[in-house]
């Protein structure tokens, strides 16, 4: 929800002390969408300011294998989790603009190697 309207968003949230942006991404798509998943890529590093004076939103995205569906609870803020076509995404109210930027991107061939995320100060379990 947002100022009162259900939007579409992709998994998103935060980095744990201590976990890896790898570790997020699979924790974070886990928790929102039910889904393991293998980050493979970087799609882009995005900057989001929604209002002059409003917080900037910083987006590391990554680009992920599905591998399966293991659960359907999901965190308490998420409606459902759906898959959608394009011309349904442009459809629907979304979060941010970053959503259909990200799609562009990756429609684009946009992607970095996922090795340019340097891990090396956390102790990866």
């Not at 109210?93 to 100060?121: K, V």
């Amino acid at each position: 929800m947002q100022d009162g309207q259900i939007v579409l968003n992709q998994p998103a949230g935060h980095v744990e002390n201590g976990e890896t942006i790898e570790q997020a991404v699979m924790r974070e798509t886990l928790e929102e969408s039910g889904w393991q998943v293998t980050p493979e890529a970087i799609l882009g590093i995005y900057a989001f300011t929604p209002f002059a004076g409003a917080d900037t939103y910083h987006r590391i995205c990554v680009i992920c294998r599905p591998e399966q569906l293991v659960t359907q609870a999901l965190d308490p803020d998420i409606l459902s989790a759906d898959w959608f076509s394009r011309a349904e995404i442009e459809a629907l109210p979304q979060r941010s603009p970053l959503i259909m930027q990200c799609i562009q991107d990756y429609e684009n061939g946009q992607r970095h190697d996922i090795n340019m995320i340097n891990n090396h100060h956390i102790k990866v379990n």
